[in-house]
């Protein structure tokens, strides 16, 4: 396919790539030219204006956030000038309340909107093996499937109304946060009481929470493991933030997401932002004395 | 072996049936004498008195909680009237900080005293597949083996401090109802946006989450099958109990804990005690006006 | 004084109408014209733009958010056209991230930003017994202190950066919020044991608890009369909102702000967005069974 | 009055003094003999048993906790061999639990049981000034109420359930705490944004939040004076023990106090058990970075 790609961070740079290997025309659009380089030495093709890159059969974008997204697309006019059919493909993760205005928006201009968020960091994307969460018109998700299938190895579905499918990333990443946040507390109680953390999660994994989501934090925090970060502390923050608004939307309560949030501020607020998420167990430890 | 069995209950007559099948001689006693029938057809010998149960080379207790064990084990006498060298193996789910009192209590009066609290509802402890956790003197361990052998799958060894099984046993717990209690929360709130339970759960389950923890609840919570309970809402109040009171004993705050606990309250209020735990789940989407 | 007023709503109104008869020249102006002529009959002065308003020696504004004063005053211009040496004096609750950012941009056009909020309902505003918070250029806090003193029974400084009267503000708020979510769940627990509300709260205000914000709230709790609204429960969660935000900026965790956030949706997910603030206290009584 | 008490640690000494003076006849004792003797030379007789103080007309009694109330009283067998139509006035502060099983365990052996717990630390009851919240069989009450006078500025009457008075004074206590987990709160946001605790203080105590507790506790907050402990924060965790015990026993959860809990623990393992409740504010600077 002959698909553009706004967005060259280090999620977007190596999915860019994977489009490139896989045989796809990319026109490669980022708003600091860092990474155009690198990418054109693969085959990429890189294009002056994000005009150009948000053209043709289908464009996929990566940016940052809301800000981002606002600046770039909607600020920037892409919707008024893009090619006719063009499908845009938004895999940011972004705050649902927007995904339902921008899905709007483009209803309007007659560009569709598929949301198609990913689980996977930096490394799971470089192998193709991301998780992507897609909703939208079905069609056009069929259309851009051979793009899922070359950036991921398995596309899970969520219906025609895009922000759902932000819904679901909003979700999973809330119930990561948790998870690690309740490791904290229960390997600084167990310490407590003379339990080592290894051992606890050795056993815990070995049962019933035999999951990645267990035995990667786990490792992480029974090694105390934090730099470097996979996923950073502050963003994990904002994270929390986009599912206590996607809660508050719909007015529901969601007291885990409290505590995580009052937890990762107290992480912030002892130095520890720039380190990785799972850096939030500290706060338990802290609070027991253990620190 | 020769060994006793105290405390014939749902999951202790199915263990002691166990043992009996592995070829173990073994000495029954209940406080109440219903199930001594069953189990003498099955090659049990039903003693009259808990003291006979109390003797040989090794006794297991499976008693319902701290109560139980205080009335009939110690207040019973059963400790000073013991035959020598015998190991006492306590697999039932009790505070840490009684377990404390226990240990000291078996060592002024010469019983060994070992802590090996399992994982498993019946249909589990019937197919000898628990998980069994065990922590004291390491030879009075690989003494009973046997006996664990035919009751569990796996032996995990918390070294020789009893308590610290219990410990390890409670944070599983406490664990799991935090587990529920997450899964409430995030479909709740990806209902709210028309998001479906079932979804949700396939996909988290497909991807980092795919632990039986969250397939067994999350299967439980997208279908809203409570009943018949597998483990009964109100004895999960009870475990949080006892892990806040472990958190209380080394001044760890256990945020998650108590957010549980207030849910578990709400729904006993909501007339759940009887249901499964899983139940808890109802919680969140009744705060939510989605009851 | 010479003096324009922005912002004619129910507070806006009855204060600019004291300046008025306390003497002063007062030019009003609001986005929706109603409000005026009744001013007009009490001798303001109505103009046609904000722009005229905007000028003279002070200017007061009585926004309702943020947004209101981004789009009114940053969006409309009024900064590059104020007359030179205007005071402008913001009594909105606002965000401290966004007074921060007002008055960086104040400073930047030459115009003096003074920040007070207020504390008191219309009717105490009618009285001019408003508690007024005041920060910025003393200087210029006192050139309009008569305007004060016509609005209020006093006026507390909080030095000369204008966003701390907006911290001092938003702390009110989520303290006042605090104490109704405690009396709410005290109440429903006492409740459950017999204990009647009114006298719980008569003998609580009877002693150590004897101060307005108990004795209001308390009495609206204890007659279950939260309508008309003195200040409506979705103003209480933008407010909240403001505290959980301006905790964030100094990564300050606020978990009771948290709960009584959590409680406020619950309340209005049960149809309770439009009712008092003291509503927000059914939610511990419903939670407990008591609905 | 001829009146026996027992119980004479810093409250109980002062106020069975305070009868003295009234011209009551005093009955003492106390189970170890310290504060006897300077008691006989105030005009109290002291008596060799708990037997000797447990007659006449009344007794009072004023033990440390349910656990002293249960071995002095109940397991001392003091009920059995009372005088004909004992009152027994239990100023202490109980759980709500515990007094339900005393109140009934009287009526079996046919003393009458009046709950009488106190609000007002050792330098309050000196003055006389207590409040006590009484409940109980009202004729009884009249009995004694000279005793009250004695002792206290104020009885509040809360019917004829003895259990109701305990239920009042644990929710008392509950709203303490939460109030200077309020304040701590309130104070770290605040400080973090450049306002001064005392000036904050001095304003929501001239305003709505002019009450002791705020006055008290707000001015040991902003001048940091812990020590010498009024209320040792260990005794703040057990009676916040006794709210969440009795919101247990009614299934109403109390999400303040559960947070109180935890940053009381938090205090706890950064070593101030032994420092005024009021410490416990220290826990929301700590976390905010501020400590």
Not at 112 to 131: D, M, N, Q, S
Not at 162 to 184: C, D
Request: hydrophobic share 50%.
């Amino acid at each position: 396919m002959d698909v553009g790609f706004i967005g060259l961070g280090d999620m977007g740079a190596v999915m860019a790539a994977n489009l490139v290997k896989a045989g796809h025309t990319v026109r490669v659009w980022n708003r600091s030219p860092g990474p155009l380089e690198a990418l054109e030495r693969e085959g990429a093709r890189p294009v002056a204006s994000a005009r150009q890159a948000f053209a043709g059969e289908a464009v996929i974008s990566m940016l940052a956030d809301d800000d981002a997204v606002r600046s770039v697309i909607v600020e920037g006019g892409l919707l008024e000038q893009a090619t006719k059919n063009l499908i845009h493909v938004n895999m940011a993760t972004l705050s649902v309340r927007f995904v339902r205005e921008l899905a709007e928006l483009h209803r309007t201009h007659n560009v569709t909107y598929i949301a198609a968020p990913v689980f996977g960091r930096p490394e799971v994307a470089e192998l193709a093996k991301l998780h992507i969460v897609a909703a939208g018109d079905p069609r056009a998700i069929e259309t851009v499937q051979p793009l899922f299938d070359a950036m991921g190895q398995k596309t899970w579905r969520f219906g025609d109304e895009p922000h759902r499918a932000n819904v679901v990333k909003v979700t999973g990443n809330f119930m990561i946060a948790s998870v690690i946040e309740l490791l904290g507390e229960a390997t600084a109680m167990a310490k407590g009481h003379g339990v080592a953390a290894d051992e606890l999660i050795q056993m815990l994994t070995g049962t019933l929470f035999g999951a990645p989501v267990f035995q990667i934090y786990g490792a992480l925090i029974a090694q105390q493991r934090f730099e470097p970060a996979g996923f950073k502390l502050q963003l994990g923050l904002k994270d929390v933030r986009l599912a206590l608004e996607a809660g508050e939307d719909v007015h529901a309560p969601l007291p885990f997401a409290s505590i995580v949030r009052d937890s990762l501020l107290d992480a912030i607020a002892h130095g520890d932002s720039n380190k990785d998420w799972s850096a939030l167990s500290r706060v338990a430890f802290r609070r027991a004395g253990l620190g």
